[in-house]
């Protein structure tokens, strides 16, 4: 467990396998930083999930729009929502997209991210510039590896809850 020396700009999620650690990066992407607290005290993030998971590259969630389908989970539709907040404006920085980083999705407009994001599996260069970095995995790296592939899975894994560290 890596240790928290900000509380306030740490997320816990919780996925099957353990704890993941994200580390906000609020000096480079303030309101992204924000956005994600703002829905993970809300507790809209928690049981969405992993809709779009690609081997070699990167894990992406947080539809929260389409979060509780057990029902009616229809997988052309994951994926394609998000919260109902504003959507934010890019906030790109030098920051690269390597192995770990929290990254914001978004359609083809650069100032549409929402409450979607990526975790990286490995560095993803060619993404520097165009999609905004938010955080980093400083613990749990393992337990995000282990989140199963497809587009969309099959039987997807879902965050079974996300918190801010000084909340939990």
Not at 65 to 85: F, I, V
Not at 104 to 126: G, L, T
Not at 138 to 167: F, K, L, Q, Y
Request: proline share 6%; glycine share 8%.
């Amino acid at each position: 467990m890596a240790e928290i020396t900000d509380p306030e700009n740490t997320i816990l999620m919780e996925l099957k396998d353990g704890t993941v650690t994200i580390e906000l990066m609020p000096k480079i992407a303030p309101e992204h930083c924000a956005r994600m607290k703002e829905l993970a005290r809300a507790g809209a993030y928690d049981n969405v999930a992993f809709h779009r998971v690609i081997d070699g590259f990167m894990a992406q969630t947080g539809d929260v729009e389409h979060a509780n389908m057990e029902k009616d989970y229809n997988p052309r539709r994951a994926g394609t929502g998000g919260s109902d907040l504003p959507d934010l404006k890019a906030e790109f920085s030098k920051i690269p997209h390597d192995r770990g980083t929290l990254g914001a999705a978004r359609s083809q407009n650069p100032n549409s991210a929402n409450s979607q994001f990526f975790i990286n599996f490995k560095d993803n260069h060619f993404l520097n510039g165009q999609y905004t970095v938010y955080g980093r995995v400083i613990s749990g790296m393992e337990h995000v590896d282990a989140i199963t592939r497809g587009e969309p899975p099959a039987n997807p894994d879902r965050m079974i809850s996300v918190r801010v560290a000084s909340d939990a």
